[in-house]
T-cell receptor, first 113, second 114 residues
Framework: QQQVKQSPQSLIVQKGGISIINCAYE??????FPWYQQFPGKGPALLIA?????SEKKEGRFTISFNKSAKQFSLHIMDSQPGDSATYFC????????????FGTGTRLLVSP | DSGVTQTPKHLITATGQRVTLRCSPR?????VYWYQQSLDQGLQFLIQ???????AKGNILERFSAQQFPDLHSELNLSSLELGDSALYFC?????????????FGEGSRLTVL
């Protein structure tokens, strides 16, 4: 019930293309869904987050789509750039505290020039 | 720069040994979290401290312990090390215990057990 399944494990996208990473969760009590971006040698950094009262959130080129009934959410990176090459982690948790966050296994994105 | 400082960045040691990882949270953040990231694994929550007191425990082994000091820095102690303990250990901090703020991660301490 605590798992968050993330796919694909790795992704290669051409510059200017759309990168799509998918996550599925099991615990229907989860009410906080962040995405983290991690560059080599660095710690994860919050990219964008969504709560289940909305189905989509957009920040610049990054969009989270959320499907509560399917218990799935995804990250779309529009106009992908080489600088977006990083590992992306989805997570799901409870609004009561970060300690309840369950992370996906990560997607290694490579945007080719 | 997240403002969370972790030392050491790299550590190589032998099985059976004990190591201490240190974390200084962002200025003003009261809550410190420790995570373990193994190869091809997501981040596994180990333990959380809030203003000096243990707040929550995750999948932390009995061989591991942590504490948060009055100046809010935290240490994670790993003892009787095994090969499987080789991983990246991240510290994160937030202003409070809930998710109303943001979780800031340090750059991690890479532990290699030989």
């Amino acid at each position: 019930q605590q798992q968050v399944k993330q796919s694909p494990q790795s992704l290669i996208v051409q510059k200017g293309g759309i990168s799509i990473i998918n996550c599925a969760y099991e615990n229907t009590a989860f009410d906080y869904f962040p995405w983290y971006q991690q560059f080599p040698g660095k710690g994860p950094a919050l990219l964008i987050a969504i709560r289940p009262d909305v189905s989509e959130k957009k920040e610049g080129r990054f969009t989270i789509s959320f499907n509560k009934s399917a218990k799935q959410f995804s990250l779309h990176i529009m106009d992908s750039q080489p600088g977006d090459s990083a590992t992306y982690f989805c997570a799901a948790g409870l609004n009561t505290g970060f300690q309840k966050l369950v992370f996906g296994t990560g997607t290694r994105l490579l945007v080719s020039p | 720069d997240s403002g969370v400082t972790q030392t050491p960045k790299h550590l190589i040691t032998a099985t059976g040994q004990r190591v201490t990882l240190r974390c200084s949270p962002r200025s003003g953040d009261l809550s410190v979290y420790w995570y373990q990231q193994s190869l091809d694994q997501g981040l596994q929550f180990l333990i959380q401290y809030y203003n000096g007191e243990e707040r929550a425990k995750g999948n932390i082994l009995e061989r591991f312990s942590a504490q948060q000091f009055p100046d809010l820095h935290s240490e994670l102690n790993l003892s009787s090390l095994e090969l499987g303990d080789s991983a990246l250990y991240f510290c994160a901090s937030s202003v409070e215990a809930g998710v109303h703020g943001e979780l800031f991660f340090g750059e991690g301490s890479r532990l290699t057990v030989l």
